[in-house]
């Protein structure tokens, strides 16, 4: 059954976000609820991959999604600037340790995000190739 919203680029990018709003949001309310509510951002990412896994499963991610999420997690990059900035700042403070430090920071983040960028490729290539099945 081949999905017939095909969005341009503009309307694909904000019905992603607002579908990551909607859910963390309701994950806030949630947590909220039970007085946990510094858990909501864990249970958001948990429940949005949840609703993505069952939906590649039933119906197949379509393509629009897909294209989305990749421009958003490309550019999302540039929301953590300032705060690597800050960080870069107080790092100067470390005298002789601050290239071990930094050495040890680049190591830890590089290789954690190679390995998720491989992960997701293949699964986004995987699910591309799904959703042409089904729209």
Partial sequence: M????KPPPWLAILVTLIMVVAVRESAVIICRSF???QAANVVAM???FLILVIWRMTK???KWLTRASNVLLVD???????????AGILLFGLGDELWGVMLTMAISTLIPLWGLA???NRWLNNAEKGSNKHG
């Avoid at 999302?76 to 800050?86: N, R, T």
């Fill in 46 to 48: 948990v429940a949005m």
């Fill in 35 to 37: 007085g946990i509510e």
């Fill in 60 to 62: 197949g991610l379509p």
């Fill in 76 to 86: 999302s990059g540039f929301a953590f600037l300032p705060v690597s900035a800050g």
């Fill in 118 to 120: 491989i992960l997701a």
């Fill in 2 to 5: 081949p999905s017939s919203f």
